[in-house]
């Protein structure tokens, strides 16, 4: 299983990023899968995610701002992010969960917003 992320980089408050995964290794119209997001000396926290069924669910934080979508023809999940704020900095990575509930993840790609 692999996931690929990329995207991230560095941007200005109010600007917009579109991170992409790649997965292969995996059935992946079966697995749902997210986006989670870690700052630094902070948890890990899922920002947003799609289910297999085509359920989608966003932290409060992002609501309104970012869209995932699923490309299950190309094995792709996107995040698109608008009106990027500071407190968006973190490392951003993909996340795969299986129908048996095993998590995969990609090595994540940083994502720096400056003020």
């Known amino acids: 299983v692999q996931l690929v992320e990329s995207g991230g980089g560095l941007v200005q408050a109010g600007g917009s990023l579109r991170l992409s995964c790649a997965a292969s290794?995996?059935?992946?119209?079966?697995?749902?899968m997210g986006w989670y997001r870690q700052a630094p000396g902070k948890q890990r926290d899922m920002v947003a995610s799609?289910?297999?069924?085509?359920?989608?669910n966003y932290s409060d934080s992002v609501k309104g701002r970012f869209t995932i979508s699923r490309d299950n023809a190309k094995n792709m999940v996107y995040l698109q992010m608008n009106s990027l704020q500071p407190e968006d900095t973190a490392v951003y990575y993909c996340?795969?969960?299986?129908?048996?509930?095993?998590?995969?993840w990609g090595q994540g790609t940083q994502v720096t917003v400056s003020s």
């Open positions: 996340h795969a969960r299986s129908p048996f509930k095993r998590n995969y």
């Open positions: 290794g995996i059935t992946f119209s079966n697995f749902a």
């Open positions: 799609a289910s297999a069924g085509g359920s989608i």
